[in-house]
């Protein structure tokens, strides 16, 4: 099971980012798909779901407008749409399946300006 975030990076506040979560070694495509964060000094918190179509998605309502989780299971690849960034979204992100995997290296967001 490998799972790969890419696309974070240093952006302001109010700004936008494009993650993706490249996914291989299960059946993707068979598998709802989250993403986590995780701020510094604090513990992983979800964040998004998608389900295996991509009909369906869930936030916590604290995000609900601001972020949008899609996938594309031709490509194995869950992304996250965030926009209007806050620095309180600094964090490292990271996806995960359900039922969950091992976890990939994550890619760090900062948000400053």
């Known amino acids: 099971v490998q799972l790969v975030e890419s696309g974070g990076g240093l952006v302001q506040p109010g700004g936008s980012l494009r993650l993706s979560c490249a996914a291989s070694g299960f059946s993707f495509s068979r598998s709802a798909m989250n993403w986590y964060r995780q701020a510094p000094g604090k513990t992983r918190e979800w964040i998004a779901t998608i389900d295996i179509n991509g009909g369906s998605t869930y936030f916590p309502n604290s995000l609900k407008g601001r972020f949008t989780i899609t996938r594309d299971n031709a490509k194995n690849t869950v992304y996250l749409q965030m926009n209007s960034l806050k620095p309180e979204d600094t964090a490292v992100y990271y996806c995960?399946?359900?039922?969950?995997?091992?976890w990939g290296q994550g890619t760090q967001v900062t948000v400053s300006s």
């Open positions: 995960n399946a359900s039922p969950q995997r091992s």
